[in-house]
């Protein structure tokens, strides 16, 4: 009889002595879907695979810092599969405390990795001043951000391109491949081969990866084999929503809307779900589904995020290369109206429906939605589409989990839109697309180990993986470190 998913046990590691020694300590992203980061260390070098912030609750952001374990000063390297900032956010504070190596990663990648967190080093010198002011009149000490401008200026002074698909040694005894994940623009898989002598070992980091048919993006690359596998779980315990259903739902309630003269609300992850908004709305303007009206972009950074999307089109699928190379795209999206300040942002407030505002950010714990949320929750005409994951603490969590009012700047506002969620949008492989990655691996039987994930999506992908494939997939601790 099968075990349950709460049965799963742990896999004990296999006899590889005849390969190179390695240990990987896990510092983020074990049992959380943030803070990715995974130190490897062999006799020879040390080395990091991603260096990302805790976002969510008050209590996990407490983990944003360098651990003392770290020893920065002995790293040789740094990995970065893509940009968002749970993979890179904490490159600043790396940098801030002393590292001075490089940071590998693809053209795509440094681009949005540079946007996202100068953006980032804004927000965290604003909130530091707000808390200033907080503290002052309580006679206390100033606040200090997490990281400035300076500190991202030398973030990218330190990264290094690399091309997908070709091998690039990165330290002594370590080289490295990246690959297609399928997430966002540049998002990469990482092949990692550690070598002593003539043996070596070959270890797979998942990064995030992407769904098969996602538009704009390519699909996730194929990888034969391997001895170890990290793999996200993000989606460990679900797969979401056909893609050509999630889109029709969104044309139903996009046309809904519209005759309701109602504004509609999408919380911004401004790298890839902004991009695929306006890819579907482009389509329904094309195909005359619904009357052309005002599409609000109220992000700077998903502003500039789209314009980086179409300086990498060598990085996207064949239609979407198509659609910008004809200009078909261009004239599809003529009522986009682009709102880069914040005058343009309050002035937003007193526009009438039918409109669709996007705006940051995507979690909804902070930035410009947070003042378009205040405004319309109100509103049963209006709706609020979140169409990315929400993770445990924040505030659209709180939204999709029901709430019939929120606290917004002090402020309560009773909860009268229509809140939808649709998931099929989430750039993050379903479970049936992470098995589907790890199928070709499973084959030569490695050693596989969950990682960012809550623990119910994590248990649900084990149980999987071990009724597919007869392997016990390992599950471990934030700090704990495995020996290879």
């Not at 009889?1 to 390695?22: E, N, Y």
């Not at 002052?136 to 698909?165: N, W």
């Not at 993006?217 to 996200?232: G, H, K, L, N, S």
Request: proline share 5%; with cysteine; hydrophobic share 40%.
């Amino acid at each position: 009889m099968s075990k349950s998913p709460q049965q799963v046990d742990l896999q004990a590691p296999r006899d590889i002595r005849h390969l190179a020694p390695v240990k990987v300590t896990l510092l983020g992203a074990a049992g959380e879907v943030t803070g990715s980061c995974y130190l490897v260390e062999t006799f020879s070098a040390r080395i990091l695979i991603d260096c990302g912030m805790f976002q969510g609750s008050r209590k996990i952001e407490r983990l944003n810092h360098i651990p003392r374990l770290l020893a920065v000063q002995d790293i040789d390297a740094v990995v970065l599969t893509h940009a968002h900032l749970d993979h890179s956010g904490r490159l600043p504070l790396l940098v801030k405390s002393g590292y001075r190596g490089p940071i590998f990663a693809t053209d795509g990648t440094i681009d949005i990795a540079k946007l996202i967190l100068e953006d980032a080093a804004k927000i965290q010198c604003q909130d530091a001043e707000h808390e200033t002011r907080i503290r002052k009149r309580a006679g206390l000490s100033k606040a200090e951000p997490l990281f400035t401008p300076r500190d991202v200026e030398r973030v990218c002074a330190q990264m290094r391109s690399i091309q997908y698909d070709s091998w690039h040694d990165v330290a002594d005894g370590i080289t490295v491949k990246l690959v297609e994940a399928g997430h966002i623009l540049g998002s990469s898989s990482v092949l990692l081969r550690v070598t002593d002598k003539d043996l070596s070992q070959t270890i797979v980091f998942s990064g995030d990866l992407g769904a098969w048919g996602s538009p704009i993006v390519r699909d996730p690359a194929c990888i034969d084999t391997a001895d170890t596998v990290f793999i996200e779980s993000t989606y460990g315990d679900r797969d979401h929503r056909p893609l050509d259903e999630t889109v029709a739902e969104f044309e139903e309630l996009i046309t809904t809307a519209v005759e309701r003269k109602g504004k509609i609300l999408i919380p911004t992850f401004a790298v890839g779900r902004t991009q695929q908004i306006l890819y579907h709305l482009a389509a329904m303007f094309r195909e005359h589904k619904v009357k052309r009206f005002p599409i609000y972009l109220d992000s700077p950074m998903a502003i500039a995020a789209t314009q980086l999307y179409t300086k990498h089109q060598e990085l996207m699928d064949e239609e979407a290369v198509s659609l910008h190379s004809s200009g078909q795209l261009k004239s599809d999206l003529t009522s986009v109206i682009p709102c880069p300040t914040a005058d343009q942002s309050r002035a937003l407030n007193t526009v009438t429906g039918p409109c669709i505002i996007l705006a940051g950010a995507g979690m909804c714990n902070a930035g410009r939605i947070l003042h378009h949320l205040r405004h319309n929750l109100s509103k049963p005409e209006t709706v609020v589409m979140i169409v990315g994951y929400q993770t445990r603490g924040s505030f659209g969590r709180f939204l999709v989990d029901g709430a019939t009012s929120a606290k917004i700047f002090g402020e309560t506002v009773p909860v009268r839109a229509k809140i939808c969620t649709l998931g099929g949008f989430s750039a993050h492989a379903g479970q049936t697309d992470l098995l589907r990655w790890l199928s070709p691996m499973a084959k030569s039987n490695p050693r596989v180990i969950i990682t960012h994930g809550e623990e119910h999506q994590r248990h649900q992908l084990a149980y999987k993986i071990r009724e597919l494939y007869d392997i016990n997939a390992e599950m471990p601790k934030m700090f704990e470190t495995l020996s290879l």
